[in-house]
């Protein structure tokens, strides 16, 4: 459910982060929409915002019966994206009334089902949630894009005969790399930053992003220099992550503006 807590204490502690780029998924946190509407920015049928009883928090909900719920998205070819979403199936009774699978799918080919890191249906193209019932779940899996596929489709459907299944915190997200980012040599001070934040490298840096602590984009600066200062005045007061790419190559760092 709803994680600002989590991610603060999460930027709090760590120096340096793998931090993941905006979520691809619009609507994710099912905030927007009145409850009983169809879901904006999703397509499906019989899928509403909700109401969580048990927690009160907006969700989206897959209704009574049959129903699903889908996105559309733009990916590149070679590159590894998570999804990630919490769940409840909603009521009690039986399990075999609690069957959804999650898939992605390529757009202008939907019989086409990528392939899933982490699936866990008999040719691992699909997510089969947990059976469990009146539970806050998480499911999670990634997914490598094929040569050729530049759009894709998250679908989650049931069948008919089951339960209604509220969904929340749905994000689809590309991690950044920085397993090859030590070769560059980057520094950035001082930290704590008043007003001015230096920039080194050993190669150009191409740009830097940076991102409050609730991961929205508050500014972006094109360098391609090796050496530079940016002005971080305008900002209030608080924690930010400066992500960094060189040559393709992505690091994230946590900085403190006084």
């Known amino acids: 459910m709803k994680k600002i807590t989590f991610l603060l204490i999460t930027f709090v502690l760590s120096t340096v982060v793998t931090f993941a780029q905006t979520n691809l998924l619009l609507n994710g946190d099912f905030e927007t929409g009145s409850a009983?509407?169809?879901?904006?920015s999703w397509g499906g049928f019989k899928n509403r915002i909700a109401n969580d009883d048990l927690t009160s928090a907006k969700v989206g909900q897959i209704e009574n019966g049959d129903g699903s719920m889908f996105q559309e998205?733009?990916?590149?070819?070679?590159?590894?994206?998570?999804?990630?979403?919490?769940?409840?199936?909603?009521g009690a009774g039986g399990a075999a009334n609690a069957a959804l699978t999650v898939r992605i799918k390529e757009v202008g080919n939907l019989a086409?089902?990528?392939?899933?890191?982490?699936?866990?249906?008999?040719?691992?193209?699909?997510?089969?949630?947990?059976?469990a019932l009146d539970?806050?779940?998480?499911?999670?899996?990634?997914?490598?894009?094929?040569?050729?596929?530049?759009?894709?489709?998250?679908?989650?459907?049931?069948?008919?005969?089951?339960?209604?299944?509220?969904?929340?915190?749905a994000s689809v997200t590309q991690t950044l790399s920085t397993s090859d980012f030590?070769?560059?040599?980057f520094q950035s001070y001082?930290?704590?930053?008043?007003?001015?934040?230096?920039?080194?490298?050993?190669?150009?840096?191409?740009?830097?992003?940076?991102?409050?602590?609730?991961?929205?984009?508050?500014?972006t600066i094109a360098i391609n220099n090796s050496r530079t200062s940016i002005n971080l005045s305008d900002l209030t007061s608080g924690i930010y992550i400066l992500k960094t790419e060189i040559e393709g190559n992505f690091n994230s760092v946590k900085f403190i503006k006084q």
Not at 73 to 90: H, I, K, Q, S
Not at 182 to 185: C, L, P, S
């Open 36 to 40: 009983g509407d169809p879901i904006p």
């Open 73 to 90: 998205f733009a990916v590149t070819p070679g590159e590894t994206y998570d999804v990630t979403f919490d769940y409840r199936w909603v």
């Open 112 to 131: 086409n089902n990528l392939a899933l890191n982490g699936g866990n249906n008999g040719d691992g193209t699909g997510y089969t949630l947990n059976t």
């Open 135 to 169: 539970t806050w779940m998480n499911a999670s899996f990634s997914f490598t894009v094929p040569a050729g596929i530049t759009n894709v489709r998250l679908l989650c459907f049931k069948p008919n005969g089951n339960k209604p299944l509220n969904i929340d915190d």
């Open 182 to 185: 030590q070769q560059y040599d």
């Open 190 to 219: 001082p930290n704590p930053v008043k007003d001015i934040l230096n920039l080194s490298a050993n190669s150009s840096i191409n740009r830097v992003e940076v991102y409050n602590m609730f991961g929205s984009l508050v500014k």
